[in-house]
């Protein structure tokens, strides 16, 4: 098996990624765990009814926190890439949502404790959880984090975690926060936290000077947004599926926080505010295409679409449109005209370059330095 060292530097010499100390450095711990889960005997699967249960081999994770664009993803690819253990790489937002879903599900069959049985199932299925972006900003998950994560160390489960925050900064002002501070100490105690503090924002520049409004739409529009989404992802996506009372909403086209759908993804469909939050909070970037001329032939649609926009200022996510006219003109007859004077404005201010900036602070792709 290839080190960690050696994957990074055959990436470098192919010229897929820029050579970073921080980065390196932080190698030593990923190779840590990769070397220390190859050498550990696999984790049994069964037990006899009077046999001791064996020792379960410890191995720590790691916290990777740092700001955007650092190469904490990337770090992480490479990590996966190199593991012979069963493992699992899912954005963290996502995965608590499932675990909710299967709280909500084992209390409704009535068994009195579902943490156990919930946390049972994950560490059975794999050896390895590989987190994107872990943040905690609902109480419902900040109450059930502490108990599930405790279960899974104890079953062996190694956990490895990217993070733009420090371990002391989840949940932050958060309500009832005190109850949270315990999951915090276990964090602390379970994994190595290192920061991946690079003085290089690799993806830096990237939407600077990029238009994110486009009209009409047509082949040009199409062909500078494929460009544009080939440079953020560089060529590489998974599907997202969060679930929201049960039901499933699934981004096909996702990497790293960042989303590209169609306007009927996003507002054809039974969506409602509590969908669009939940996208909101998973994402940082949001390409919206194909945005249609708005009115009464297509009310229900432009409803969901102002509600969809206003949640993503809120949350200040990016956006990226095209639109088959500009903000101003795209409802301007039928009921609700009017009220969509605000969502053209929003439109509008979600344009300036000072947004893209927000985003290049606070959240976004963590694409590490590959090159376009």
Same mark, same amino acid.
């Given at each position: 098996? $290839? ?9 470098? &010499?192919? /010229?897929?990624? =820029?050579?970073?100390?921080? !980065? ?33 081999? #410890? ?17 992480? *690819? ?10 699992? @790489? ?21 068994? %009195? ?18 987190? *994107?972006?872990? !943040? ?14 405790? !279960? ?31 999951? =915090?100490?276990?964090? #602390? ?35 500078? =947004?494929? &460009? ?16 929201? #009372?049960?039901?499933? =909403? ?14 009927? *993804? ?15 909070? &998973? ?7 194909n945005v249609p001329r708005l009115?009464?032939?297509?009310? $229900?649609?432009?409803? @969901? ?9 809120? &949350?200040?996510?990016k956006l990226i449109v095209s ?10 007859? /039928? ?13 509008? %201010?979600? !344009? ?21």
């Open positions: 098996m $290839n080190t960690l060292a050696s994957l990074y530097d055959a990436r470098v &010499a192919e /010229g897929r990624l =820029i050579r970073d100390d921080a !980065q390196e450095a932080t190698l030593s711990a990923l190779e840590r765990i990769r070397a220390e889960l190859a050498a550990a005997p696999e984790l049994p699967k069964k037990r006899g009814l009077f046999r001791r249960a064996p020792e379960v081999p #410890k191995v720590r994770g790691l916290y990777l926190w740092g700001g955007v664009g650092r190469g904490k993803s990337m770090l992480m *690819d490479l990590f996966v890439d190199s593991l012979n253990v069963p493992v699992r @790489r899912v954005h963290f937002h996502a995965f608590m949502q499932e675990m909710q879903a299967d709280l909500h599900r084992l209390r409704g069959e009535g068994v %009195e404790d579902p943490v156990n049985p919930m946390a049972k199932a994950v560490s059975d299925s794999v050896r390895v959880l590989a987190f *994107d972006e872990m !943040q905690i900003t609902d109480i419902a998950d900040a109450m059930l984090v502490g108990r599930l994560f405790e !279960q899974l160390f104890e079953a062996g489960t190694v956990v490895v975690t990217t993070s733009n925050r420090k371990p002391d900064d989840l949940y932050k002002d958060g309500l009832n926060r005190q109850l949270f501070l315990p999951f =915090i100490a276990l964090i #602390k105690d379970r994994l190595e936290v290192r920061e991946l503090a690079s003085e290089r924002d690799h993806r830096q520049n990237r939407l600077r000077g990029a238009r994110s409004y486009f009209t009409p739409v047509d082949a040009a529009a199409r062909a500078e =947004i494929d &460009a544009l989404w080939a440079d953020l992802t560089h060529g590489e996506e998974e599907q997202l599926v969060l679930t929201v #009372k049960g039901r499933k =909403i699934a981004l096909p086209r996702y990497r790293n926080g960042m989303a590209r759908v169609s306007f009927y *993804d996003m507002c054809g469909q039974m969506l409602g505010p509590g969908d669009y939050l939940a996208i909101a909070d &998973a994402l940082r970037l949001l390409v919206l295409e009115g009464r032939s297509n009310f $229900n649609e432009a409803k @969901r679409f102002a509600t969809l926009i206003d949640t993503l200022y809120e &949350a200040r996510v639109a088959r006219d500009t903000p101003e003109s795209l409802y301007i007859e /039928g009921p609700g005209a009017f009220e969509f004077e605000r969502t053209a404005s929003r439109l509008n %201010e979600m !344009q300036a370059e000072d947004w893209a900036e927000d985003w290049t602070d606070d959240g976004g792709s963590d694409d590490g330095g590959e090159t376009s």
